[in-house]
């Protein structure tokens, strides 16, 4: 294009180069971290619940009172969905990389203060958690569009799709970790500090010393976030906000022939003509011109986060619902743990692992578009199959474990990958930030409404076979059906979102052409769907 900047057409025509492979690493822990800690959680509620809500009469061990189990399991999406927003928009306003070292800062600070919650009461101990898990939350939410944006802003146009995809597989292996190091902790202190099954002895299946388990696996996230933290703070801005705008040619001339160790040129009258006309967020004009890509983006990412998050953070319940985990009345507390962590351990390694990467390896042959409509749909196919014939599985649960897991194979080589990459893509600069963080804040609003309504939903139909304290829901094989029809409707919404490949930022916004010129450019060469 004759407009396009030389910083930018040298960045959209770079060799991948080992600053590539950094820029993954650096916001790649990010992602490691975040779902190291927003996953993590999952593995130690029946631990909480049998410490602190310990009752000798009762039949079967303490678990998390219904309003406390609400609160630790969604209080981190709602602090997320802040930071997502707020993140987002500051992105926008100061740059990405004033920004990028204070999201991670607060996630190492937060990680460490969960593990340290305390309280003279139950319900104490348990509002401090929540209250640090917040603020985990909300600096977990600001990785998500600054780590995406910086990278598609970073990366050459053929393989952006996949770098960003790598960025966002990290997220599989923060899983993975979780639930390895749920294992190893919950090993030792099995092995050091023995306790019998709670049907034995009620009063002593918990060791006094598993209350450091779970502080343990909470504290352990702070650690790959604070080894990346001094590469964070080295990178330098983005080019592209610095052109595009910071309006300051000069300088991302200068940080790019660093990055590139190329000589560039500042192309300052270049800066001076393209992208003049600075149309806002709510203004008429970028409802024209981004408005159905907004909404694409913002409706496939929540519909898909209400079935990924009910379906990771619920592992364990379905799992003892067809009869995978031994009955916890059957175990200690520390086996207990155990065994939710062998369980998601494998459905991470299996399913949810393999997923990630076979995006990376496909997106710039198939295309977002394709992928995405991919994923919903086997995603539908899987959830019907493990419903419809429910009562099946209870007695063959090596099968259910292989369609479990097949169904996050397909979540994350498909949509809970490219709802991440493309509001990274087809955006202006200087609204990058900002709509990806609207993005995923509807994505977090899913997992609010998947996390917290099959809390309630899950629940058997059976009266007596009910958690304490929880009343009567639609049981798991109907869950799962409207899970179904949420991924459904997931495949609808997709045909909003355009295709990206192969196409540099510039070329898909428009910002590299002259204002006048932009209508008959982008109606041209939109991918139809």
């Given at each position: 294009m004759a407009n396009q900047l030389g910083v930018l057409n040298a960045l959209d025509a770079a060799k991948t180069q080992w600053y590539h492979f950094t820029a993954i690493v650096i916001a790649g822990m990010g992602f490691f971290t975040d779902a190291y800690d927003l996953f993590s959680i999952s593995l130690i509620t029946k631990l909480l619940g049998r410490i602190y809500y310990f009752d000798a009469l009762s039949k079967k061990p303490g678990t998390l009172p219904l309003r406390i189990a609400a609160a630790v399991n969604g209080v981190a999406f709602c602090g997320t969905l802040a930071g997502q927003l707020f993140f987002g928009w500051l992105g926008d306003k100061l740059g990405r990389k004033r920004v990028y070292g204070l999201t991670l800062m607060l996630m190492v600070i937060c990680s460490i203060t969960s593990g340290l919650s305390f309280g003279k009461s139950p319900d104490g101990v348990m509002a401090t958690l929540c209250f640090f898990r917040f603020w985990l939350g909300f600096g977990i939410g600001g990785d998500y569009p600054l780590s995406a944006t910086i990278m598609s802003e970073y990366a050459n146009k053929k393989t952006r799709g996949a770098?960003?995809?790598?960025?966002?597989?990290?997220?599989?292996?923060?899983?993975?970790t979780g639930g390895i190091v749920a294992l190893i902790v919950s090993a030792a202190f099995d092995h050091a500090y023995k306790a019998l099954p709670y049907n034995v002895d009620r009063e002593h299946s918990t060791a006094p010393q598993a209350d450091y388990i779970w502080r343990i696996i909470l504290m352990f996230g702070a650690i790959p976030a604070l080894l990346t933290y001094y590469w964070r703070m080295k990178m330098p801005e983005t080019a592209r906000y610095t052109a595009l705008v910071a309006r300051n040619a000069k300088q991302a001339a200068a940080d790019m022939s660093k990055v590139l160790q190329v000589e560039l040129n500042a192309e300052q009258e270049k800066v001076d003509k393209i992208g003049r006309e600075q149309f806002g967020l709510f203004s008429k004009e970028f409802a024209k011109r981004h408005g159905l890509h907004l909404l694409g983006t913002t409706s496939t990412w929540f519909l898909l986060d209400i079935a990924f998050y009910s379906s990771n953070l619920f592992q364990k319940d379905i799992f003892s619902a067809i009869g995978w985990l031994p009955k916890a009345e059957t175990m200690s507390a520390t086996k207990e743990v155990y065994q939710i962590a062998k369980a998601q351990t494998l459905i991470a390694l299996c399913g949810?692992?393999?997923?990630?990467?076979?995006?990376?390896?496909?997106?710039?042959?198939?295309?977002?578009f394709a992928i995405q409509l991919m994923g919903f749909f086997f995603m539908s196919v899987f959830m019907f199959a493990l419903a419809i014939p429910y009562p099946y599985w209870k007695t063959h649960n090596t099968g259910f474990l292989i369609m479990y897991s097949l169904t996050f194979f397909f979540a994350n080589f498909g949509p809970n990958a490219t709802t991440f990459i493309v509001p990274a893509e087809i955006f202006p600069a200087r609204l990058r930030s900002t709509c990806h963080g609207i993005s995923a804040a509807a994505g977090k609003a899913g997992a609010i409404v998947g996390s917290l309504g099959f809390l309630y939903a899950a629940q058997s139909t059976n009266h007596d076979k009910v958690d304490k304290g929880y009343h009567t829901g639609i049981g798991v094989k109907n869950a799962l059906i409207v899970l179904g029809a949420v991924n459904c409707l997931g495949m609808l919404f997709t045909l909003l979102v355009p295709e990206t490949m192969g196409r540099s930022l510039e070329d898909i916004t428009g910002e590299n052409e002259e204002d006048n010129g932009y209508e008959q450019r982008f109606s041209v060469e939109k991918v139809p769907v």
């Open positions: 770098f960003i995809a790598a960025v966002f597989a990290m997220q599989g292996f923060g899983i993975l949810t692992v393999p997923g990630y990467w076979f995006t990376v390896a496909f997106i710039e042959h198939l295309g977002r």
